[in-house]
């Protein structure tokens, strides 16, 4: 008798099979048993009928606890009335592991609870859900990049210095120097792309940020591609490719994901479309004076409700570009004409999510960087190797960065975005 997954049943209609499975829910009528089932790939339902299995299997199905491990043997059928569209009548039921007085029942559970259990909060359909959106941004993600020639490089997780500034870095004894975990590997992607022309990263980044808002987190992934010979117009357009794409495999690949969250594909599709729209930093503080914020004036950062009064107003995500050089890092290229601003953007998502990737052209000439360098007050011998980057074969290059749990947050529609996060770092328990 073949084992098969849940995903897979679709394939075996009319096959008796096997399926390793827990009981996410129970209910019985009369002499039918109705259990909820999941295996990690999807939901179905299993339905046990006394006349059919006997006294001994139909009194085990009905005694199963929530989140009891099991083997059913049974036949796999269709099912028109579950989004699913199949099921199997159980014929037999193996207990592998007891569960009793499982925390996370299918009454409402507030978010402090829900985090002080995230290990087990795992587990339920709407946590599978949005796992299921995240490893599919991750799936794309490879695809996208890999089909266009970039090459996937890992930059340390222990730096010795800082992209933007240490104020907000983790700071470590490394054999008695000091070091960083990574706020971001765009330094080392540079380097890369002198080598191989078209890069990308993706893993863990961190900030010292104390920050209690659904918009942070302290531990995050970012995908950061790096790009020689590449204008930032130009990675503008890959930005927005790149979004559309990942927004388009969720749509393909995440049915039952999106409609476990509820999430309507129809507004999703409408962030397919290109290309987004571009607004200047002028034009959104000209917009947000004119509609009545009389809290931001030319020189400040947006905040939450600026950038989703800004994303409110247009149907699809949108760039700001060019921002104060006083507000951004010191890698970023100065504006030609103008001498208060740098060539960068932000793409901020709609529906009040924020902002989910920051990109700029990066500076190319060594003189300008080694002033930059010295006016933020880094170290020039930690940062003579980034130097030198531009001393042998400077070119124009430009990339950006997307974080990966707020992307989830905004295509999955989820409120909190620690609930992107899959498991229950103390870093992230601390500030729930």
Same mark, same amino acid.
């Given at each position: 008798?073949?084992?098969? =997954?849940? *995903?897979?049943? @679709? $394939?075996? +209609? %009319? !096959?008796?099979?096997?399926?390793? /499975?827990?009981?996410?829910?129970?209910?019985?009528?009369?002499?039918?048993?109705?259990?909820?089932?999941?295996?990690?790939?999807?939901?179905? =339902?299993? *339905?046990?009928? @006394? $006349?059919? +299995? %006997? !006294?001994?299997?139909?009194?085990? /199905?009905?005694?199963?606890?929530?989140?009891?491990?099991?083997?059913?043997?049974?036949?796999?059928?269709?099912?028109?009335?579950?989004?699913?569209?199949?099921?199997?009548?159980?014929?037999?039921?193996?207990?592998?592991?007891?569960?009793?007085?499982?925390?996370?029942?299918?009454?409402?559970?507030?978010?402090?609870?829900?985090?002080?259990?995230?290990?087990?909060?795992?587990?339920?359909?709407?946590?599978?859900?949005?796992?299921?959106?995240?490893?599919?941004?991750?799936?794309?993600?490879?695809?996208?990049?890999?089909?266009?020639?970039?090459?996937?490089?890992?930059?340390?997780?222990?730096?010795?210095?800082?992209?933007?500034?240490?104020?907000?870095?983790?700071?470590?004894?490394?054999?008695?120097?000091?070091?960083?975990?990574?706020?971001?590997?765009?330094?080392?992607?540079?380097?890369?792309?002198?080598?191989?022309?078209?890069?990308?990263?993706?893993?863990?980044?961190?900030?010292?940020?104390?920050?209690?808002?659904?918009?942070?987190?302290?531990?995050?992934?970012?995908?950061?591609?790096?790009?020689?010979?590449?204008?930032?117009?130009?990675?503008?357009?890959?930005?927005?490719?790149?979004?559309?794409?990942?927004?388009?495999?969720?749509?393909?690949?995440?049915?039952?994901?999106?409609?476990?969250?509820?999430?309507?594909?129809?507004?999703?599709?409408?962030?397919?479309?290109?290309?987004?729209?571009?607004?200047?930093?002028?034009?959104?503080?000209?917009?947000?004076?004119?509609?009545?914020?009389?809290?931001?004036?030319?020189?400040?950062?947006?905040?939450?409700?600026?950038?989703?009064?800004?994303?409110?107003?247009?149907?699809?995500?949108?760039?700001?570009?060019?921002?104060?050089?006083?507000?951004?890092?010191?890698?970023?290229?100065?504006?030609?004409?103008?001498?208060?601003?740098?060539?960068?953007?932000?793409?901020?998502?709609?529906?009040?999510?924020?902002?989910?990737?920051?990109?700029?052209?990066?500076?190319?000439?060594?003189?300008?960087?080694?002033?930059?360098?010295?006016?933020?007050?880094?170290?020039?011998?930690?940062?003579?190797?980034?130097?030198?980057?531009?001393?042998?074969?400077?070119?124009?290059?430009?990339?950006?960065?997307?974080?990966?749990?707020?992307?989830?947050?905004?295509?999955?529609?989820?409120?909190?975005?620690?609930?992107?996060?899959?498991?229950?770092?103390?870093?992230?328990?601390?500030?729930?």
């Amino acid at each position: 008798m073949k084992q098969i =997954q849940i *995903i897979d049943a @679709k $394939n075996h +209609v %009319g !096959e008796t099979v096997k399926i390793g /499975a827990w009981v996410a829910n129970k209910r019985s009528s009369g002499k039918i048993a109705f259990l909820q089932l999941r295996d990690g790939t999807a939901y179905f =339902q299993g *339905i046990v009928v @006394k $006349n059919e +299995v %006997g !006294e001994e299997i139909f009194q085990i /199905a009905k005694n199963l606890h929530q989140e009891t491990s099991i083997m059913v043997t049974g036949e796999i059928r269709e099912d028109d009335r579950s989004k699913f569209g199949y099921e199997i009548g159980i014929q037999g039921i193996e207990v592998i592991g007891e569960s009793h007085e499982y925390p996370i029942t299918p009454k409402e559970h507030g978010t402090e609870f829900l985090m002080d259990h995230r290990h087990l909060w795992l587990r339920s359909s709407r946590q599978h859900a949005i796992m299921q959106i995240r490893n599919e941004i991750i799936r794309a993600t490879y695809q996208f990049f890999n089909e266009r020639h970039f090459v996937k490089i890992d930059p340390p997780i222990l730096t010795g210095s800082a992209p933007e500034g240490t104020t907000d870095l983790f700071e470590t004894d490394y054999f008695d120097q000091k070091a960083y975990l990574s706020q971001s590997g765009q330094l080392y992607m540079e380097a890369a792309a002198m080598a191989f022309g078209k890069v990308f990263s993706f893993g863990p980044t961190f900030r010292a940020e104390k920050s209690k808002t659904r918009r942070h987190l302290i531990e995050f992934w970012m995908m950061e591609p790096e790009m020689a010979f590449t204008t930032q117009e130009e990675s503008l357009v890959v930005q927005e490719e790149y979004v559309s794409f990942l927004v388009q495999g969720v749509l393909d690949n995440c049915v039952q994901a999106l409609d476990v969250l509820g999430r309507d594909r129809a507004i999703l599709e409408k962030y397919t479309q290109l290309p987004f729209p571009r607004i200047s930093y002028d034009e959104a503080v000209k917009m947000l004076n004119d509609n009545g914020f009389d809290d931001i004036t030319w020189g400040d950062d947006f905040g939450s409700p600026h950038e989703t009064f800004i994303a409110n107003s247009f149907d699809r995500p949108v760039f700001i570009l060019n921002y104060p050089k006083a507000i951004k890092p010191f890698y970023m290229k100065p504006h030609p004409t103008r001498e208060d601003i740098v060539i960068c953007a932000d793409m901020i998502a709609p529906e009040g999510y924020g902002e989910i990737i920051g990109g700029s052209e990066r500076v190319t000439d060594y003189d300008f960087l080694l002033e930059k360098i010295r006016e933020f007050g880094l170290s020039e011998e930690e940062y003579s190797w980034y130097l030198d980057l531009r001393r042998y074969g400077s070119v124009p290059h430009s990339g950006f960065g997307l974080g990966l749990e707020r992307t989830v947050t905004w295509l999955a529609g989820i409120e909190h975005v620690r609930e992107a996060s899959p498991f229950p770092r103390l870093l992230n328990r601390l500030y729930p």
